[in-house]
């Protein structure tokens, strides 16, 4: 909060704003407003250079004219990612969502979706399950919380290397689930491990930019996480792979409560 001191000086009154709460607000706004410019400049720039390039001639060459349409739909489909992003957590910040809410058995509803990455992956990546054979049902909006752990899922898939694994797991503390996703990627210095659920930020900005990622992926989860009850955190070692874990309240299944 803004602190206000009011003293005399010489007869007169002084009084004292401490306007850092503020500035602090007006620089997290200036630095949000750079990112987006910067993050929406880049597939724009991209776009047009490729667009003046088959204006002048360019879409006569078959050979380049394909090639060159795929870069301007790839970096269209980013910006559409981008505004979407943006879109979302812009509901958040102002409240303007609402939880559509269900009771579901979190473990079936974690493998329907861990089943649907290992249909689809590209990778030679192992996937490898530690769920519950408990019950656990949760009290959650489906669509967001698939959309939480599809931005965990797609991250841990995009840093795991050829030959890797990715890990999931399900436990229980206390009346909350604990669920972690755990790649064995890159990992993210340990100075930055808190850094991943800012938006916008990157453990490799270049790597993120060339995969069509937006930096808003764990912002948003982290956001749905919060407005569940739940919590959110990463644990993560230079090279060795980053594990995300999130909570959120759960009931267990006692006899004759559950259809």
Request: overall charge negative; glycine content about 6%; hydrophobic content about 35%.
């Amino acid at each position: 909060m803004t602190q206000r001191e009011t003293g005399f000086v010489n007869g007169l009154i002084v009084v004292l704003h401490d306007n850092t709460e503020q500035e602090k607000i007006d620089m997290e706004r200036r630095e949000f407003v750079s990112n987006v410019s910067h993050e929406l400049r880049t597939p724009l720039t991209t776009m047009r250079s490729y667009l003046d390039a088959l204006a002048e001639g360019a879409w006569k060459n078959e050979e380049i004219a394909p090639s060159f349409l795929r870069v301007t739909q790839t970096e269209t489909e980013r910006m559409i990612r981008l505004v979407n992003d943006l879109l979302k957590l812009s509901r958040m910040d102002s409240k303007e969502y609402e939880l559509n809410t269900e009771w579901v058995e979190f473990n079936h509803f974690f493998n329907s979706i861990i089943e649907r990455f290992e249909f689809s992956k590209s990778q030679k990546v192992e996937f490898k399950r530690l769920l519950s054979t408990t019950d656990m049902f949760v009290e959650i909006d489906t669509d967001k919380m698939t959309q939480v752990i599809d931005n965990i899922i797609s991250n841990a898939l995009k840093y795991s290397p050829d030959g890797g694994d990715v890990r999931f797991g399900v436990t229980t503390s206390g009346t909350f689930i604990k669920v972690m996703v755990s790649d064995d990627g890159m990992g993210i210095p340990k100075a930055n491990v808190n850094r991943i659920f800012e938006r916008f930020y990157r453990a490799d900005r270049a790597r993120s930019r060339a995969m069509g990622g937006t930096g808003l992926g764990l912002a948003i989860a982290r956001e749905m996480i919060v407005a569940h009850g739940g919590e959110i955190w990463a644990e993560s070692e230079e090279g060795k792979g980053t594990t995300i874990f999130f909570t959120l309240p759960f009931e267990q299944q006692e006899d004759g409560e559950w259809d």
